[in-house]
């Protein structure tokens, strides 16, 4: 078969009825219904999906199943956040940095806790009191919890 012929070639339109025909066949008489899934959030995985199951998406933000945000103007009133993650080897250091951080167009509070930050907690209440109303808090904990 050339080339040409390869591009000319066509196949039988089928039905979804074929399909659900064959399906059973190959599953040996068991439903259709018995090939579907859900996930943990109870969401119906089913095994083929067609023009039928497309659902129309809002054009707008804030529209029917709000993939485009709760906003009905969208994100142009929520600015993007600059949450990199800070590192320091001591409290003075991350406040130091912080700072540098904060004077170069960070907007979130953004390190990863560590033992030594919580053994000094009255120094950190202090350091997060100063900068917590104005600056969203994102902390990675992972390094503080005990190791089993």
């Not at 591009?7 to 039988?12: A, E, G, V």
């Not at 089928?14 to 059973?24: F, M």
């Not at 142009?76 to 800070?86: D, E, F, L, M, S």
């Amino acid at each position: 078969m050339g080339l040409a012929e390869m591009k000319n070639q066509s196949f039988p339109r089928n039905h979804i009825d074929d399909w659900e025909r064959k399906a059973e066949e190959s599953i040996k008489g068991k439903p259709i219904e018995s090939l579907q899934n859900s996930t943990y959030e109870n969401i119906v995985l089913k095994p083929l999906y067609s023009q039928e199951d497309e659902k129309l998406v809002s054009a707008y933000p804030a529209g029917s199943d709000f993939r485009r945000g709760i906003e009905s103007l969208g994100y142009t009133t929520n600015k993007w956040k600059v949450a990199q993650r800070i590192p320091y080897k001591t409290i003075e250091e991350l406040q130091v940095k912080l700072e540098q951080a904060f004077a170069r167009g960070q907007t979130v509070i953004s390190f990863e806790m560590s033992k030594e930050l919580l053994e000094k907690r009255d120094l950190l209440e202090k350091l997060l009191k100063a900068y917590i109303c104005e600056y969203p808090l994102a902390i990675n904990a992972s390094g503080s919890r005990k190791k089993c």
